[in-house]
């Protein structure tokens, strides 16, 4: 190996996996920043298959490779850290670009994807390799080596959070190939030091010049907000920020007007805004003038104030402050402004509110619904969609302010006379205006309301709806008022409870008139059969299933190219049809990486059956689990990068100390057998009683949630580290050859996967999702009676 101690070797391997992780992490911001945030998850599955190609190259080369592995540990590790930052400079060239909104459209966007992903698979590829040598050639400690690898992970989890907050987006891929590049030179050997020293110091120079001196900007895909903001004459970007929340951007223009829902009848000046744009993607407009905001008074958001008067008001994600100026200058005497987001709060309330008006809170709104006992007149929720609609690109994300669960918190904060006001965007085909009419009828139903009808109004423009939903049932002066409303401003009733069909489109007529049938089913007793009928899925999102844009079925997308063209269907649902594509590409590429050397391998190969139930196993339970707990902490922890951070942290770090102490027990199938056994125990129990304990425990102070989180976390992640270097070390007894194949088995079923567990929590649910991890494990566990 060289004249280094093993003691160094920990500490290379811990740092690279610390880089690997900041790097993987600082990748998906930055595809999430030029592409979408659904882009970013295919190339990071399909780049992380750098790890079952690393484990199928050891298998066909070991001998060689250990036998030069003084050599060729360092230059891997190298190679790692210098394609982090070349993969990005060369994804940005002209011969590399690549648009998701083309996918399925020009041909030419596969073989560009596959190049794209190609580059990206290189340093996974790099530092796989060096990790799974030092793995082979240390199989008899592996537990401290699996240990090294998971606690650096961990704690790699950790520097990208901070990176993000002290990084440029572009920055970060330089700094973590940096500290891959210094892993190579602490474990160089003695007697290289000065050869190897001086081209690593070179290394470094380079990448030092790329990172501050000479920085790549960010190449918007042409489809991005910003990118179609930033065409706009004489429009510039004044300041931007990053932190784990996003790449957060002001810009400024002379010609930028917002006004959704505006009434046709409107005959004064909108007026000009600036915008705050999260990872490219609009997060709303910026005022030039308080005064600008009664604008709004000519729009269908105005519904809730012009037929009551709420003075105490709550707004939900309250993004740039818009909406909260609009209610404290018409009649809210009490504004709570809720809004998770500092940057975009940063950069808009200097403008919006310098006189602190209203009240701010820096946090999830469901969050604070589950901290406040507050009641209130009003609750105001984030506009829903956007203008053209978003092509499903929100298909997969979660949405945990409008499930069912959210609207009943909200509606438990209501007085009796408060409302719940939420606007949408029109799309064709009508799916976000039916899904919300769904779930506000759904929660009414739960809340033992027979006549939901009697609930509910909502009034149409030419572009968006407005919902209101009142805790009790609307008056007859009420609904005078609507009508009124509507008279005056060019807008139809779409909702009103004695509401007659010639109302409905007076003032902006509809091509196709579907809508109010369809609004009609829902509030009538015939909403389950459309849910079953209907070509998309508008059933309410829930806690279990939180994904409130997700409106592909795949049953019914043969019947919508019909319709409307092959091309043109993918269009409605992009976002989760990437999911599909990334799933399948990873199993073609298993397969590859995966099968097809078992033909090379076969003479070698005497534990085949249970090599790949045990590692695969093990490989895709850990990766259900992963993200079911990210899933079910983002409400309880209070954002996703608070949940995402927790999970991977502290399963790396207690997997990492599991690992740590499986050298201490015996070898052989009772002690693999034991430990899965306990494993598949804590995530069947975990599967029924998790989500009741979150639930209870989310109006906790942040410290306590802290240690509560730590201990529900760390519990399954301490017994699932012991497994894989359980299993390295018998089967390097029985065929030590088998070693890297095991460990590419591993790697390639867990990005598998990834995306299979999507899939399936967006068809199931979490809790289906859990309960197949513990199946996996059990499966494991059943192989370990096989004979090996």
Known sequence: MGSFSFKRL??????????????????????????????????IAIALLGFGGAGTFLALFRKRLIENIGFLLPLFMVLSGIFMSLSIWLSSQPFASFDTYLLFV????IWRLLLFELLFFVPFFFCALAIGMAFIKYTSRIGKLYFSNLVGSGLGGILAIVLFWNALPIEIPFITGILAIISAGIVIPYEKRIWWGSSILIMLVICFFFTFQSPLSLKLSQYKSLSRTLDLPDTEIKAGSNSPYGWVQYVSSPVLRYAPGLSLSYTGEVPVTDAIFNNGDWAGAVLASEEDSEIHNYTT??????????????????????????????????VDHVEANPLVTQFSSEKIDPDNSFKHYQQDARSFLSESEEQYDLVSLPDIGAFGGTA????????????IDGFLSIFDHLENNGLISVTVWMDYPYRNPLKITATLVETLVDKSISDPSKHLVAVRS????????????????????????????????LLLPDISPGERDKYNALQDQSLFRLNDQLLADEREDLYETYDFNIKPATDEKPYFSQFLKWKSFSHLQELFGGQSASFFELGYLIVGVTFLQSLLLAFILIILPLFFLKRKIQNMTWTLLYFAGIGIGFMFVEIVLIQRFILFLGHPVYSVAAVISVMLLLSGAGSWLSENLPKGPISMRTILLIITGILVLYAFGLPWVLK????????????????????????????????????????????????????CLSVVSTSLAT???????FSVLILLGALAYLVTMLSCYLKV
């Open 301 to 334: 958001s105005a519904l809730a104030t012009e037929i009551a008067t709420p003075e105490k008001i709550l707004v939900l994600d309250a993004g740039t402050g818009i909406r909260s100026l609009y209610y404290s200058r018409n009649g809210g005497v009490h």
């Open 759 to 765: 899939i399936i929590a967006v068809e199931a649910g």
């Open 392 to 403: 499903g690109l929100q298909a997969i994300q979660e949405e945990y302010l409008f499930t």
């Open 106 to 109: 020009e041909q030419k966007e």
């Open 696 to 747: 209870m425990g989310m109006g906790l102070a942040g410290g306590v949630k802290m240690v509560v989180s730590l201990v529900l976390i760390g519990l399954p992640a301490f017994f699932m580290g012991m497994p894989f270097p359980l299993g390295l070390r018998y089967l390097s007894e029985k065929n030590e050859q088998e070693v890297p194949w095991a460990w590419g088995i591993n790697g």
């Open 462 to 493: 030419w572009n968006t709806i407005t919902y209101l939903l009142k805790k009790e049932a609307f008056t007859e002066g009420e609904i005078r008022k609507v009508r009124e409303f509507c008279e005056r401003l060019s807008f139809d009733p």
């Open 10 to 43: 920990l500490v290379s391997i811990g740092l690279l996996s610390a880089s690997m992780i900041a790097y993987q992490l600082s990748l998906m911001q930055y595809l999430s920043i030029i592409q979408w945030y659904h882009f970013a998850y295919m190339v």
